[in-house]
Structure formats: C-alpha cells, structure tokens
C-alpha cells in the first residue's frame, strides 16, 4: 500500500488572487505618466483640444497602449509616453492624475508607494516646475484623503526624475531638494539607457550627494553592466531601478553551482535594491518570460529584490498582477511576498523609525492574518 502524503497545515498554499489583493503591498518604482486611466486621458484629451490620441475609446486606448508598448525596444517603448505628458499639461490634470493614481495603488492594497515623474515634461502649456511639483503633491494628499475615506490606508511619496537626454538633471536635482520633507522624497534619471551613461549627470549626484538626499537610477534595463558599474561606483545610486541585468555577472554552472561576479557580489552584499519590473522588461526586450525573469535567481541568492510596475498602463498592470505572475511563474507564496514587501520598505526613502513601523505595525500583522486565514475557512 502506498501511503498518501498528510497535508499538513504549513505546507505553503498558493494565494488566491483576492488574498493577494488584500496584502499589504510596498511599490517603489511605478511612473505617474505610465498609470494614467484610459478613461482620463480621453476626458483630458478632449477637454485641453489634443487630438493626436490613436483611439478615443477608453478600452480601445488601454489596448492600443499595451500593443504599442510591447515592441521589444526601450526606445519604442517610450514613444507612448507622449500621449500622456500631452495631457498633463495643467495643474488640473496633474491635481486629477495624481490623486487618481493614490486611489488606484491604494484600491489594489498599496500602502506606500514612491511614485515618480519628469517635471520638465509638463512645462508645455506655461507651468513653472514648482507648480507642477505643488499640482502633483496635491493630487496625491487628495487620493490619499478619498483612499481613506473608502476604507483604504496609503502614503505617497514623489521622487523626481531628469530625463537622461536632456541637460537639467541638475536643475531637478535642486528642484528635488527645495521640496524634500514637503512631498518630495528622492531622486531619479529615467529614459533612453543606451548612450545617455549615468554619468553625463554626475553634477546632479554629486550636488544630492552633498546634501544628504536619496536617488535611484534607472541601470541595467536596455544596457548591460557597465551602466549598473556607473551608476553605482561614479553616480553612487542609492538603488537601481531594474538592475536585470545583473545576470550577466552571475554564472550558473549545469550542476547548480552558482558564481557571482565582483559587480553582481557588491549589490549583494550591499544590499543594493534592485527595483524590479517583471512586466515591463518583457515588453521592452529586457527578459523573455516570467518563468525566466532574472528575479526568480536573484530572489534566491537573496538580493535585496523589490517587485514593481514600472508604468501600469503601459504594461496593463498592478502590483497584484505582478504578484500573480510571480505566484504562476515560481510558485511563491505569501511569505515570499512578505519578503519582497518588506526589502521595499527597508529601501524606501523615508525615515529609517517610519519604515520600521510600517514593517512592524502594518505589513507584519497583516501578512500573519491572511496566513492564518486557512484556519477559519
Ligand atoms: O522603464 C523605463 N525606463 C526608462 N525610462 C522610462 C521607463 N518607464 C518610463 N520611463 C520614462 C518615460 C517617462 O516619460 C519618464 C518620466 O516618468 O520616464
Ligand atoms: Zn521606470
């Protein structure tokens, strides 16, 4: 006779996706011009008289977007980005697209997130960059406050980005500084990787560096080690928004054996925070599939791995689908997602006693209780 296996009551169950839903969840790298609703931007498209939109059916436009982002290239990629700066040109839109966007994070179970955007991008229409840093924190106090007026607790910090192209990432920088402890809580340089090496900004790292401030990076997403290397050993990056490539300096032997580079060692044994966005890689050519995204290794060598959405619309996301597609690709489960949760909350660029009592007072007792959930069914 065979015996049959006893399950047994902590054996690891695959979360549902309303359970996911429900757990607390930390997002540190999502763009605020990447999670418009379509539905808004048709509503804005027509009230500021833009007419270049590619369809002005709010489904039709969701899709369009995710189509046109998925074109295996960063570049092409971030084409779609001019539709949804077209229409954050007043501070009534970015008031409106900044609360929406609280509300949304806060309505899929994110309790904190540091929500980034290029200021320079929304001076079309005669905003001063202090007016939109002002229109965007206002929008996201309002999302906050209707958040929790539907039952849902979340705080929203801004982290301002340069685009790496462009010459004013010092300028930002300042900007970044001027409105730190007023809604402004770091640093970014976004945009096209391949040619624009972090270190053309150096000024503006330097500049933070002297004062005390926090920046990300984006490094390592549509090129390889040498602009992880800059932006950490010239730029001295705080975190590394995406940071997949990384891979590259680790080798995988056919017995399991597994050897990490001097690079790939430094941001483990730093605990550099990887920022990473399994979605928005696949789109942009950067990984093939979920069950081969980098984060499945990286997580287990026990990298300081954060999940995140990069641009939900874009990518047709939130940080529960990115869970879900995690929980399909390698089976985690929700102490892993704990896991994920608490690394973005030890990275996060507000003070060291909040991210404490978060980890401790939110995200703790909160995965306990769905883990205990089986008890009650
Ligand atoms: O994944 C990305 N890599 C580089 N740049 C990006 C990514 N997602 C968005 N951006 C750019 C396009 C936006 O207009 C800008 C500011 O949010 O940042
Ligand atoms: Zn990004």
């Avoid at 590394?240 to 430094?266: C, E, F, N, P």
Wanted: proline letters at 5%.
């Amino acid at each position: 006779m065979t015996s049959q296996p006893i399950a047994h009551p902590d054996t690891p169950q695959a979360p549902t996706p309303e359970q996911i839903r429900r757990a607390p969840k930390v997002l540190l790298h999502d763009h605020l011009d990447g999670g418009l609703r379509p539905g808004t931007i048709v509503d804005l498209a027509r009230e500021s008289g833009y007419g270049n939109l590619p369809e002005t059916d709010p489904d039709k436009l969701g899709i369009w977007f995710r189509e046109a982002a998925d074109s295996g290239s960063l570049e092409r990629y971030l084409e779609t980005f001019a539709h949804t700066c077209a229409v954050m040109q007043t501070r009534e839109a970015l008031v409106r697209v900044a609360a929406e966007c609280a509300e949304d994070l806060a309505e899929d179970g994110v309790v904190y997130a540091e929500i980034r955007y290029a200021p320079e991008q929304h001076l079309e229409q005669g905003l001063t960059l202090e007016e939109v840093v002002e229109a965007v924190n206002e929008g996201f106090r309002e999302g906050e406050r209707r958040a929790k007026a539907n039952g849902h607790r979340i705080r929203v910090g801004a982290l301002l980005t340069a685009m790496r192209h462009a010459a004013r990432a010092l300028e930002i920088a300042e900007l970044a500084n001027r409105y730190r402890d007023l809604g402004v809580v770091g640093f970014d340089i976004a945009g096209a990787e391949a040619g624009f090496p972090p270190t053309r900004h150096l000024d503006a790292f330097e500049y933070l560096k002297r004062e005390n401030n926090h920046f990300t990076i984006h490094a390592g997403e549509a090129f390889g080690l040498p602009s992880i290397w800059q932006a950490l050993q010239w730029c001295g990056a705080d975190r590394l928004g995406h940071g997949v490539r990384i891979i590259d300096d680790i080798q995988v032997a056919d017995d399991g054996t597994v050897k990490l580079g001097r690079l790939a060692s430094y941001v483990r044994d730093k605990r550099v925070p990887l920022e990473m966005c399994p979605s928005s890689n696949l789109q942009t050519g950067a990984a093939t599939s979920y069950g081969e995204h980098p984060i499945g290794l990286l997580r287990k060598l026990r990298f300081r791995v954060t999940v995140n959405t990069d641009n939900r619309l874009m990518s047709g996301t939130s940080m529960s689908r990115e869970f879900e597609h995690l929980a399909d690709a390698f089976g985690y489960t929700l102490t892993d997602f704990e896991w994920f949760t608490v690394n973005a909350l030890k990275s996060a660029f507000i003070p060291f006693d909040e991210r404490l009592a978060m980890i401790n007072d939110v995200v703790k007792p909160r995965y306990a209780e769905l883990r205990a959930e089986w008890l009650f069914r």
